[in-house]
């Protein structure tokens, strides 16, 4: 970083701490070998700790909304030079509440290298000559599953005429999953996810529920029937998310109870049946894209 006073040239917001730390191991993969910096700034972590890494300059930095209004406004942060910004999961920042602070983190972002909204600006011969200066105009990036009234307000505020990229069909899981909705009462819930564990089903197995208190009931009640599992929710302190995370990853444990909310977006390789205990709250946002 030529001036790391002025700030990071990237800024990555995520949703959950898991999917930045996530995204900070991918970025890291390349990012050693080209001596690029990337520093993660998560709740649940020493504010202080995070500042000393920020003071020693870094390219990129990737963090969750509430610890990144900490640190922005406590002057740990600035965001004098950035000029690529990512917003992963957006419609996920925006169900848990976040729509407020992503507008007060953006709104820290420079107004100078704002792109024009202007034919002009869209000139490709303009758009090279910015792309091979030193003072670039600022790129936005939003990745959504869905694309909710928020979303779409949000995006109409912060981008200059994007361009839309669609992965996939709309609203449709991926070929190889296969889904199956089972109807049952619910007291019979439990002894009908026994019973599908007990077919033989290979690990690693995802269970979501809509809880956080129905999350630890439901993996004591699995760990006391002899299954190998653990929890994740958001109640849960940062090094217990940590070892369950790494805990399924490593195939310490089988099975993984989460909520909605910390489960979604995490890679997790080879997970073979992903169990829905409680209804989606959004239809249209499927957890099966683990």
């Known amino acids: 970083c030529d001036n790391p006073d002025a700030g990071p040239y990237a800024l990555i917001l995520a949703p959950t701490r898991e999917l930045a730390q996530q995204t900070q191991e991918e970025a890291l993969k390349f990012g050693k070998p080209l ?18 890494e920020l003071n020693k300059g870094c390219e990129i930095v990737i963090g969750t909304p509430g610890r990144l209004i900490d640190v922005l406004e406590n002057s740990y942060l600035v965001l004098q030079q950035c000029t690529y910004i990512v917003m992963d999961e957006a419609d996920r920042m925006i169900d ?9 983190i953006l709104d820290f972002l420079p107004v100078t290298n704002q792109k024009p909204d202007t034919e002009d600006a869209e000139d490709s011969n303009m758009i090279m000559k910015d792309f091979l200066s030193r003072h670039k105009y600022r790129q936005t990036v939003m990745f959504t599953a869905t694309m909710s009234p928020a979303v779409e307000r949000l995006a109409r505020t912060y981008l200059r005429r994007p361009a839309a990229v669609y992965i996939g069909s709309i609203g449709k899981p991926t070929e190889r999953t296969e889904q199956r909705i089972i109807m049952c009462s619910e007291n019979d819930k439990r002894n009908k996810l026994l019973e599908i564990l007990e077919s033989g089903i290979d690990p690693p197995i995802i269970i979501f529920v809509n809880k956080k208190k129905a999350v630890d009931i439901l993996a004591k009640s699995l760990v006391k029937k002899g299954y190998s599992a653990c929890s994740l929710h958001g109640g849960k302190g940062q090094e ?7 805990q399924l990853k490593g195939g310490q444990k089988d099975i993984l109870v989460a909520t909605d909310v910390a489960g979604r977006g995490i890679d997790i390789k080879d997970v073979s049946m992903v169990i829905n205990y409680d209804m989606a709250k959004d239809m249209e946002v499927s957890r099966l894209w683990v």
């Open 35 to 52: 001596g690029i910096r990337v520093v993660s700034v998560i709740g649940g972590l020493s504010r202080e700790a995070q500042g000393f």
């Open 240 to 246: 217990s998310r940590d070892l369950s995370l790494a």
């Open 96 to 104: 848990m509440g976040f729509e407020t602070d992503v507008k007060r």
